[in-house]
């Protein structure tokens, strides 16, 4: 007989599924965590970080920049995906190759193979800052999932339903976690509580959040 001592542990990165379509995936990012953090600085280096304005006239507290063919951005006008950042009159930075390869990987592990994204949208959270009950529905093609990968200091995440009063879940995100958000469950409402006081050996006292798209 073989004794099998690990069969009762899960597997590492196994699925823990929020509802059918959406998984977190613990500690997926942790061992590129190091070199995604290095490319976030090289994005910001050309494309640095800002603080957006709601079409409503409102400052967004968390500051954010973009990499790849698209980046998101919103204005009095508007939410919307374009090609060129309108601070530098640029282009978006090239979507670094680990990011790219991070995602897929990512999203097959979830179930979604053959993810290839034309856009992140890089978060900055200092403590204080939150992101409100949203859905993300500016993308061109619903079909496709979002990928999101936590950095640095821990946050809440908020997990709800299809209306935007729906009770919400709160489910911890730490340094290296990935969460992966598509089919049935694309259209949720989601948000992230105000970030707590903390301090990370990579970052700082900041949360850094990557979320994959393919918004063209
Ligand atoms: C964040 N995440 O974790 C914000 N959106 O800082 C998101 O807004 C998000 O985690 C779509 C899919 C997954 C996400
Ligand atoms: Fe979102």
């Given at each position: 007989m073989t004794l099998d001592l690990f069969e009762h542990l899960p597997t590492p990165h196994e699925p823990e599924l929020l509802e059918p379509g959406a998984v977190v995936l613990r500690g997926f990012a942790l061992a590129q965590a190091a070199e995604l953090l290095q490319a976030v600085e090289v994005t910001a280096a050309s494309a640095p970080f800002r603080h957006l304005i709601t079409p409503g006239g409102k400052r967004m507290s968390v500051a954010m920049t973009n990499c790849g063919p698209l980046g998101w951005i919103s204005d009095r006008s508007g939410y919307r995906y374009g090609?060129?950042?309108?601070?530098?009159?640029?282009?978006?930075?090239p979507m670094p190759a680990a990011f790219r390869q991070l995602a897929l990987n990512a999203a097959d592990a979830a179930g979604y193979p053959g993810f290839t994204p034309d856009a992140c949208l890089i978060n900055r959270y200092e403590p204080g800052t939150r992101l409100s009950l949203h859905q993300?529905?500016?993308?061109?093609?619903?079909d496709h999932p979002i990928v999101s990968v936590s950095l640095g200091i821990a946050a809440v995440f908020l997990w709800g339903g299809a209306a935007r009063a729906d009770k919400a879940r709160r489910v911890g995100l730490r340094h290296g976690d990935v969460v992966v958000c598509g089919g049935p469950a694309r259209l949720r409402f989601h948000g992230v509580l105000p970030l707590a006081l903390g301090e990370h050996a990579?970052?700082?006292?900041v949360r850094i959040n990557l979320t994959f798209r393919k918004a063209g």
């Open positions: 090609p060129v950042d309108p601070d530098t009159c640029k282009r978006w930075p993300d529905r500016d993308e061109g093609n619903y990579m970052t700082g006292a």
